[in-house]
């Protein structure tokens, strides 16, 4: 049967589509424009001198929008993983040590002492977690690592779970998609940058085969991307060649029934709140842990000793960070040293080159990553921005394998206010300063 429309029933039925249409659109306006007020907002209202009739305004208002716009996030108080979950297992006794800041030529380096607490693997029920991520919701309340709950300043802010880390609360989306039964955690915040996975994921796991029978049938659960790169794959492989591993997918939450989360070797921060900078006391690492990972991974990859002998340039494709390579290329090639790739090697040619080189110059960034590789007696000589003179990561990893490490300080070649910025700022070296620096040195 056919129906025929009139004229003015045509008419409404356009209207009302025409007006669904406006309304979207408001919608979608409303929402572009709350994601750039969000964190500024929330800031001002976690902010300790906001008086508190004006906090329980903007929350109600805060509420509705949240409910209208984006349903699925959720405000919860922070806690540490630490003081969280149930102890399935002390993997290290505490450690004391120093963190060592960045070395100037001829200057000795700063240090601060510290404790680091005993690494331990713990279990937590129906967590909400992303493969991205190093929070993680359970229950009604946000858990993130110790430090950043310990360092209002430092940022973990993972954009998929976790979006706006502020003083003792928390934006996370909270909406599983699907749910494993059992797992163990090695995932994480910056999973494909080499330094976080190498050395801040990795490590769990490997200390993960040292766990009770138990949980010999827990998966590693491992963000996708880094099963699908070969480099992180094949460290992955390395560690832990007999687990079975539960891919995560990007940009997806999931409910784990039963999560086993072991600490991390080592403290830093990610990111900092503007205006705030790396300082000495941010970063500690547990030295007979990380060394443990190293030769955990030397051991599988059957390395041989040998006299380390190779002078290497750091190169790379300058897509993040661009600044005069070839220039310094050149000059480093008056002293015998050769171009190469990390991110175009395999892992084992990763691990092969840092364990060979007696002498390493390249920028600052995640392929000094491998210096847990290289061996005693090592030297090398990189460069870093003003901001970063206590920026410890690098460093630490020379002292821990008797490796010398040495900065040039660069001034970025635009004005830097965040961690944010610094991450992908370009900048020159003096080849004229560098060439002083490698003579000085003795390379």
Known sequence: MVIALTNSRLEWLVGIVQRMSILLKIKNWAKEKYKKKRNKMLRWYLNPATTSLAKVHFSACLTTVMRILYPEYRLLPISKIGTSGHDASKMWPAFSGKAFAPKYIGKQARSNAYTFPTVTARRFANATVCGTASAFVCGDEALLPDYYVATPQALIED??????????????????YDRIEKGICVFGSGATNWYHWLIEILPAAGYAQSLCEQFDAYPLLVPESCLQRPTFRDSLLAVAPDCQFKPMKPDLLYQVEDLVVIDSPVRGPMNFTKGQWPKITD????????????????????????????????????????????????????????????????????????????????????????????QAGTRALTWIIPQYDEFCCYSNLAGLVGADLNYLFVSSAVNITSSFEAYSAAYNVDPIELRAALIALNF
Do not use: K, W
């Open 159 to 176: 954009g998929t779970l976790l979006f706006a880390q502020l003083h003792s609360q928390a934006m996370v989306r909270h909406r599983p």
């Open 283 to 374: 970063y500690a690492q547990h030295d007979p842990a990380l060394l443990a990972h190293r030769r955990l991974i030397l051991d599988s990859l059957e390395i041989p000793s040998q006299t380390a002998g190779r002078r290497i340039f750091l190169a790379r494709d300058n897509v993040r960070r661009a600044y005069n390579q070839e220039e310094l290329l050149a000059v480093a090639a008056d002293f015998g040293f050769e171009a190469v790739y990390p991110e175009m090697m395999t892992f084992r040619e990763q691990v092969e080159l840092f364990h060979s080189a007696s002498l390493i110059v390249g920028a600052s960034g995640a392929a000094f990553a491998n210096m847990i590789f290289c």
